[in-house]
């Protein structure tokens, strides 16, 4: 939390962006009752718990529990909101240049009226019943299912999910998700789970929208691939922050924040133009590489029988 405090979160607008570190609390009564918490607190101001209960495997369950009384506390804390969003501890935003991208999104899509969800955009599948992924590269649904252990009739997908080191989704999205009775139910059903490691947000979400969703006209909007630095892999370093494209990379995936906001800053003076692209509009005509993401998804929809449309953030610097 220092980290980010002392790089990317003062960078952000004032009038338009409200960051908060979420808290799990097991009990009704606040963690705030740490005096280092509560120190922290009045310091800063920015921590917000959610009381989530005392109900079994903090490990793994605590991401999904997160992001689900997340999303019912933020509409209701922020109701004006045309975006709600959820980042990972690890995650560096450069925030001006995201904001241009949500700003651009706001005007051509109409988030308060669409189901709109924003981020790099990969594949999955899943077994509802182990809250368990097979993730892919490639949307083929002939040969993709959850593994072995899983049998052919319970696998749900594949399907695309937003990667959770930053998730951005319309505010009817949101609303829709905090309020569903479906989302709750299957809340419930992940405290009857019981195995090793951690159940996926970002992949459950994806699943949630595949399964609940399917009536609702979904907008992917897809990052260009210059657009997202991955630099872990299962927590460990793979790729230093100079490895970063320039100038079009919002959001660092990296545990060295000060690295990732020194490469942000020695490039702070070009900003990327994104250009919204979407393959139901003809102006502006997509681009061949974009096209050819945008077939996968397109293979998705025609595929599950959703509603759809795919969108990609192409920058014209």
Known sequence: RAAARSTWLPLQSP??????????????????????????????????????????????????????????????????????????????????????QLRLLSA????QERHILHGWVVLSSWDPLTFFPTVFSHFKPETQSCGITTPTDRCVGPFPFVSGWLIGMSAELARSLASSSDVAAEVDNLYAVNRSGAALEDIWLGSLLHRFHAGREMTLVGAEHGNVFNGLTNGRETHHPDKAAFPTTYVYHHHDLLRCHAHATRHSLVHPRPQLQCEDRDVPPMAGWVRRIAGEHRRYFRHSGRRGTYCMMVDLT
Request: proline residues 3%; aromatic residues 10%.
């Open 108 to 111: 051509s899509l109409q988030p």
């Open 15 to 100: 009038c338009c962006v409200c960051a908060w570190f979420l808290l799990r609390s097991r009990e009704q009564s606040s963690v705030l009752n740490s005096r280092q918490l509560r120190q922290e607190q009045r310091e800063h101001g920015d921590l917000l718990v959610l009381p989530v209960g005392s109900r079994g495997n903090e490990m793994l369950r605590g991401r999904v529990l997160t992001l689900y009384f997340w999303l019912r506390r933020a509409v209701r804390l922020h109701p004006r909101a045309d975006w709600y969003a959820k980042a990972d501890d690890d995650a560096y935003v450069v925030t001006a240049d995201w904001e241009v």
